[in-house]
């Protein structure tokens, strides 16, 4: 599939999604979001591709759904359609690691890929923000749930009852995203991220990631022992002996994803 309305880029094993309709903010539309599903799918098939960046450009990471898209839909055309869950929740099944490189505005729905992610880099000019209360609607892509296990109901309902937006550095402390970094710095950090990521053994990462993710619907203890079940499934994996044995050994492990 050609892209129009994104750029993928390959970097060794890290692979760079970078959202591209600078004239709309990249807000978030039906054509753009079903190019990142094709991309993703593209993506977690090619065994050498261990993670992915999602970005944006400086001015915006997305600024939401797109507006002028979604503004003449009636409850059953949006409920039949239901146009995030094919290609917007694309992102929150894809099975690598994916970072957000988050520069600008992240609003609405830009917010909520963004947490879709598995976690976010941001630049000091970020902005994040969940405004569709100012629209006479609400999140519609998990932002309300997401936000609220990110940064805790006060925070949450903060940002979703009165549309403000969140700098970076509030966004830091409030555990939403992982590091602040200068603009000038966002892709660089991001890709040395993504790159230690994908050197690492792809299906433990993979595993890893499950396994946070697996937490949110979890008590504490089924949690601990899911965790624990597959800790020792590694132990049947040839990167683990590989792991182990080269830090015996002082040296650097080959890992093969087996
Ligand atoms: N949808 C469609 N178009 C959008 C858009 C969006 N979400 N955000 C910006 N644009 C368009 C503008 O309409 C404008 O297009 P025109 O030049 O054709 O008029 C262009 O992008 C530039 O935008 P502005 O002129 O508004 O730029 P600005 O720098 O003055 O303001 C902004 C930037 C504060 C981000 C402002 O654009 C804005 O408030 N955007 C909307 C943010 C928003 O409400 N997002 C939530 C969307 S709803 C959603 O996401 C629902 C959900 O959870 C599922």
Redesign the pocket.
């Known amino acids: 599939m050609a892209y129009k309305l994104i750029d993928l880029t390959r970097d060794g094993g890290v692979a760079i999604i970078q959202l591209d309709r600078p004239?709309?903010?990249n807000?978030?539309n039906t054509e753009m979001m079903s190019e990142v599903a094709d991309a993703l799918t593209t993506l977690e098939a090619d065994d050498g591709i261990g993670c992915v960046i999602l970005t944006g450009s400086e001015k915006?990471f997305a600024?939401?759904?797109?507006?002028?898209?979604?503004s003449d839909n009636n409850y059953l055309s949006i409920y039949k359609n239901d146009p995030?869950e094919e290609n917007h929740c694309s992102i929150e099944r894809f099975r690598k690691p994916i970072i957000a490189a988050v520069a600008g505005?992240a609003?609405?729905?830009?917010c909520?890929i963004a947490m879709m992610c598995d976690f976010i880099i941001a630049a000091d000019n970020a902005k994040f923000g969940?405004?569709?209360i100012?629209?006479g609607?609400m999140?519609?892509?998990g932002?309300t749930q997401r936000l609220m296990r990110a940064v805790g109901k006060a925070k949450a309902m903060d940002m979703c009852l009165t549309g403000r937006m969140m700098p970076a550095e509030e966004a830091e402390r409030a555990g939403l995203v992982s590091r602040i970094v200068k603009l000038d710095d966002l892709m660089s950090t991001a890709k040395e991220a993504a790159s230690k990521i994908a050197n690492q053994s792809q299906p433990v990462a993979m595993i890893t990631k499950e396994t946070v993710n697996a937490g949110f619907n979890m008590t504490l203890d089924q949690g601990i022992r899911f965790e624990r079940r597959l800790f020792q499934s590694l132990f049947t994996t040839q990167d683990q002996k590989e792991g182990m044995a080269a830090f015996i050994e002082k040296r650097k492990p080959h890992f093969k994803n087996k």
């Open positions: 004239k709309a903010l807000a978030l915006a600024a939401g759904a797109d507006i002028k898209e979604m995030f505005y609003l609405g729905g830009g909520e969940q405004p569709e100012n629209l609607v999140p519609g892509i932002g």
